[in-house]
């Protein structure tokens, strides 16, 4: 009997912790509801646009109604489409490095300083100071080269980001999305500030990341995610729970019959 007992323990131990191993619902959807265990972000969002950088790269493309000023001070016309598609051609020869001067060298223009402005404030400078010297409409000025990580997941790799604003939705779905048994509790977040490189965790479950720090991507960020203690178990729905559950059993019974 006292054989028997200590049998029924062990396999009410393994049963256990197979059953807080499962992976459910709870643990991979997103959009949850705050709780005990989903963090809220209340009142934490924080989001300004973009300002330049030293060693950004801008696009830059001045339109004019006169033909003659577009070719002086744009170039050949296909420059829009090398520089945008992220062809090195496009971008070596057709984008602006911002210097450690905080300035761009522009042909016929010379040196203007950009480094802090928006792209909104940067596209106003240059209509500023291009006027009084070129009959011109309008200049167009876009930041390329933009790119953010994703490391562990599943999802591991470099990825653009090709518009003003990617939420961190977007960026998962551009890298595919965390598999299963990616941690979506505790994804680490290695962004440059102007206090230097942070390290911060959030929880991508929960509904109130919209209201969070984390929603937006920016350029450079490495978004890392861990895996799961339960990878180890992988139970993943209820067959592979029954599966293992019996297949448990049967070692135990195994075990007992060598054991008596």
Known sequence: MNHISKFSNIVVLILVVQFSSCITAHK????????AAIP???????????KLKKGDRVFIKIYSWDEKTNAL???????????????????ELYTYLIQPSGKVNLPMIGEVYLEGQTVREAKETLEKLIRPVFEIS??????????FSVI???????????????NIFEALAMAGDIDTYGDRSKIRII???NRGTQVKFFDVRSVDIIHSEFYYVEPN????????NEQFFSVTSFASLLSTVFATLSFGIFIYGLAR
């Open 28 to 35: 991979i959807n997103y959009l949850q509801q705050p709780n």
């Open 40 to 50: 809220a972000y209340k009142d934490t969002f924080s989001f300004n646009d973009y």
């Open 73 to 91: 001070l744009n170039g050949s016309s296909n420059i829009e489409q090398l520089a945008m598609s992220g062809s090195s051609s496009g971008n």
């Open 138 to 147: 309008s200049v167009d000025v876009r930041i390329t080269g933009r790119f």
């Open 152 to 166: 562990g997941g599943g999802a591991t790799g470099r990825y653009p980001l090709n518009k003003e604003k990617i």
């Open 191 to 193: 962004r440059e500030t």
């Open 221 to 228: 960020d490495v978004i890392y995610i861990q895996d799961m």
